[in-house]
Structures are given as structure tokens and as C-alpha cells.
């Protein structure tokens, strides 16, 4: 039976500074007044920032009420932060929690291009419309769905702001009940309850069984889900990307019926480069020692578990049954992994490295740690660098034993 879905009314919260900042469906409509624009273009002039806030709304109460300059100020900062995440963040809507639950727009748009055949899609669970903006701006037509009126408002607010109002309609309605006649549907299910956040799909609202039950069979279907899914938790029957921002894991994405590709996938953003298979290739034997070059795959390509088809695409071999690190002789470039050049390996033992490092004047080392159970503090207190070189200090094993790696990134 699918869960329970709770109406929010309101998003409420308190700032660092202590002000209590009430964003419901009335106060959002306030400042999308004519007066509440005149409010929050005072308000990004200020520039507030979490410790100017009370300052900045002390300054704005001069002018217009306490509700509207708190709700103007938050706004503005939010708007702030959101610049990580888009490009167009100065002219959106958000809420804390919704900001922070968010597609990169990066990311929803590489995500979009999947679904652009299929003319009219869903957006279940839309949030404030991340996700619905990118599907739009590919040029479908998007029913954008969510529980919370407030953030329906947001979706239908920011479309209007991008241009996109004619191809966004904000329907609130539960996701699992509301008539839909798209071709296809995104989902991005709610992963929190409270401050816990779950990793099974089947403990998010709602829950991914529930999500595809409300489809018949092959229907186009896509559920972003928590990229730290246990292996056991992944359908047999859906390909599993998960996609890297810059190099840092942002999601794992379930695709179904006609989106499917592969059952496995990785995917680097913004380069786009993707690796893939269908059936991961059997084990390889561990390389006999630290080669020339030591690559640390992306975590998109670890999470997704295709390591082995890294390693056969650029010659190199395992270095542990346990650590997903990479080793030959020869350097080969790949987008999937940064790639080491070795100066030093040696089992690990303080003194003796204490010693390679003085002897080689690295005073300053990046310390990387793969598999190895050392304190990182503790072991730059114990080198006691000194000296004007800078390397990269790779903390591993290598066929079970904890192992030291004075290396370079190349480029």
C-alpha cells in the first residue's frame, strides 16, 4: 500500500542569525505582488549575507513590513547560494529545503536529453521545478506534480521568470494518484523524513515500488534515488547511472522500459563522457607491483561498479582485491579517473617516509587515503614536513598491505 502523503502548508525556519523566516503559499504570493517585487529588489541590492541578515532586515522594516522584508531578505540569500547550482538562480524562487533537495541544473539538463523524444513528460515531485525547467527547455511540455501547493507556486514562479510558462503546468496532486497523459515521467521521491535521510528506495515518499506500479509495464519511467543505493536495492530490470559533477558523486538515476540502455552506467559532468555495460567483466588478477602510474577512478565509475571496464580500456591492472585503484606502466588518458605519476612505493612506515620526503625536500603533500586504516593527522604530525616541493601522498594497499605512494597528478 503506497504511504501517506502529509499536505505542508508552510516551510519555516529559523536563520543563523535567529530570524524566524514563514514561507507559505500567502507570503509567496505577497512578494510576487508589485509591492513584494519593490521589497526583494531592495533586498538583493543590500546583498545580505546569514551575518548581515539582521541588519540588512532592520533596514528594509524602514520600508516595508517585518514579514515581507524577511521573506524578501531570504529570498535574496537564497538566491546567493543558488548560484552554485544555476545559472539562472538570480531570477528564481526558493526555500531552504527545497534549495538543498535540488538538481543541479547541470545535471537536470544532461538528465533532460534522455526524454526529449517523448513530447509531453511528467515531473513528479517537482519541488520548486529544477527539473521541469530543463525538461522545458529541451522543448517538451511538462506536467510538473507536487504535494506542497508552495512549491508548485515556485515551479509555475520560475518557469514564468525563464520564459518556459507555456510549456510548464503546476498541478498539485499526490504523484501516485494525480491523471496524467504524458509519455514519460521523471520522479525525484522525497529521501528525508526529518533529519534522517534513507538510502532504500523503498523507504522514500513515495516509495519506488509505489512509483512504478502506477505505470503499466515498459512505460518510460526515470527515479533519481540516493547514489549510496545498496547493489541488492537496484531493479534487475532498470539501468543504474550514477553521475559525478566535477568529480563529486551528485546521484544515481533508475531508468526504465525505453530509457534503459545499459545496466550499468557512469557519466562525468559537464564533459559528458560515459562508460557502460551490460555485464560487468569477471575479476582481473592483481598487477605484481605499483606501476608507472597509479589511477583513482571517479566515483561515478566505482558506485556503479565498472571499474574492471576501466581497467581493461586503458591497459592497467587492480593493485588490491579491496581498494578501487589502478595501476601500469604506461600513462593513458581517460576522462574516468585522475591518473598519478609513481616516484615511490613502498610499504608504509612512518620514519622510513619521513626520511624519502626530507631527503626530497617535500615540505607539502595532498594527502589521498584508499583503503588505508591510518589517522591523516596523525601521520602528517609524524613526517614533520619541510622543505619547498609539494607531492601527492597516496595512503593504500597494495595486495593487502598498507602501503605509502609519492606520486604526481598528471594532467
Known amino acids: 500500500m503506497p ?101 543541479s541544473d547541470v545535471v537536470a539538463r544532461y538528465r533532460a536529453a534522455r526524454s526529449a523524444g517523448f513530447g509531453h513528460v511528467a515531473d513528479l515531485c517537482c519541488g520548486i521545478g529544477g527539473d521541469a525547467l530543463a525538461l522545458a527547455s529541451t522543448g517538451l511540455t511538462v506536467d510538473a506534480v507536487d504535494i506542497d501547493p508552495l512549491r508548485v507556486a515556485m515551479t509555475e514562479a520560475n518557469a514564468a521568470a525563464l520564459g518556459l510558462s507555456d510549456r510548464v503546468l503546476g498541478i498539485v496532486g499526490d504523484a501516485l494518484t494525480v491523471p496524467l497523459v504524458a509519455k514519460a515521467a521523471f520522479a525525484d521521491p522525497n529521501r528525508r523524513s526529518g533529519n ?102 571517479d566515483s561515478a565509475v566505482t558506485r556503479a561498479g565498472l571499474v574492471r571496464e576501466l581497467a581493461e580500456r586503458i591497459g592497467a591492472d587492480p593493485i588490491d582485491f579491496e581498494v578501487q585503484l589502478l595501476t ?7 576522462p574516468f579517473a585522475t591518473a598519478f605519476a609513481v616516484e615511490h612505493a613502498v610499504p608504509f612506515h612512518p620514519k622510513q617516509l619521513r626520511d624519502y620526503l626530507r631527503e626530497h625536500g617535500i615540505g607539502r603533500v595532498t594527502l589521498i587515503k584508499r583503503g588505508s586504516p591510518a589517522d591523516a593527522d596523525e601521520v602528517l604530525k609524524k613526517l614533520k614536513l619541510d622543505g619547498p616541493n609539494h607531492r601527492t601522498l597516496l595512503l593504500t594497499r597494495v595486495a593487502g598491505t598498507h602501503t605509502a605512494v609519492v606520486c604526481e597528478r598528471l594532467s
Open 3 to 103: 504511504k501517506l502523503i502529509r499536505f505542508k502548508v508552510a516551510e519555516q525556519y529559523a536563520n543563523v542569525e535567529g530570524e524566524r523566516v514563514i514561507m507559505d503559499l500567502e507570503a509567496f504570493r505577497q512578494l510576487l505582488s508589485p509591492l513584494g517585487q519593490s521589497a526583494l529588489g531592495q533586498a538583493v541590492a543590500l546583498q545580505p549575507t546569514e551575518a548581515t541578515f539582521l541588519a540588512c532586515s532592520a533596514a528594509l522594516r524602514k520600508h516595508h513590513s517585518p514579514e515581507l522584508a524577511k521573506i524578501a531578505l531570504e529570498t535574496a540569500l537564497l538566491r546567493i547560494k543558488a548560484r552554485d547550482k544555476f545559472a539562472d538562480a538570480d531570477r528564481m524562487y526558493f526555500t531552504r529545503e527545497a534549495l538543498e533537495q535540488s538538481t
Open 196 to 297: 534522517r535521510r534513507f538510502l532504500s528506495p523503498e523507504d522514500y515518499t513515495p516509495s519506488l515500488s509505489a512509483l512504478r506500479a502506477r505505470f503499466p509495464a515498459g512505460f518510460p519511467l526515470a527515479v533519481k534515488i540516493a547514489p549510496g543505493v545498496a547493489k541488492s536495492d537496484l531493479p534487475s530490470d532498470a539501468e543504474a547511472e550514477f553521475v559525478s559533477l566535477r568529480g563529486e558523486l551528485k546521484e544515481c538515476v533508475l531508468w526504465f522500459g525505453p530509457l534503459r540502455g545499459a545496466a550499468r552506467r557512469a557519466t562525468l559532468l559537464p564533459s559528458g563522457d560515459t562508460l557502460s555495460a551490460e555485464t560487468p567483466s569477471d575479476s582481473l588478477p592483481l598487477a605484481e607491483k605499483v606501476g608507472a602510474v597509479v589511477y583513482d577512478p
Open 328 to 334: 601500469s606502466d604506461q600513462h593513458t588518458a581517460t
